[in-house]
């Protein structure tokens, strides 16, 4: 099993940052890759980033130019640093990770983006 716990979500202005963080504990051997998600209200949740364990990335277009992951493998950490924040990135993200052939999500923090 593997628990991942979020966060670092809250409210921002429009143009501000957050940065989010995804903790992994438990059996992590094996853990590849790792992801956010997002669901807004009446959405269906959506792939924001991903990160390889070599530590190739992939995102949302999007997001693309605003958002970066990263990770930490020694803190068992992934990162979501979010820049130049939207009103349209308000949702709940979520951290993700498949583990071979099982996906593991985390509860999910609240983002919010309003003036």
């Known amino acids: 099993q593997v628990q991942l716990v979020e966060s670092g979500g809250g409210l921002v202005q429009p143009g501000g940052s957050l940065r989010l963080s995804c903790a992994a504990s438990g059996s992590i051997f094996g853990i590849n890759p790792r992801a956010w998600y997002r669901q807004a209200p009446g959405k269906q949740r959506e792939l924001v980033a991903t990160?390889?364990?070599?530590?190739?990335?992939d995102y949302a277009d999007s997001v693309k130019g605003r958002f970066t992951i990263s990770r930490d493998n020694a803190k068992n950490t992934v990162y979501l640093q979010m820049n130049n924040l939207k009103p349209e990135d308000t949702a709940v993200y979520y951290c993700?990770?498949?583990?071979?052939?099982?996906?593991?999500w985390g509860r999910g923090t609240q983002v919010t983006v309003s003036s």
């Open positions: 990160i390889t364990s070599g530590g190739s990335t």
């Open positions: 993700h990770a498949a583990q071979f052939g099982l996906n593991y």
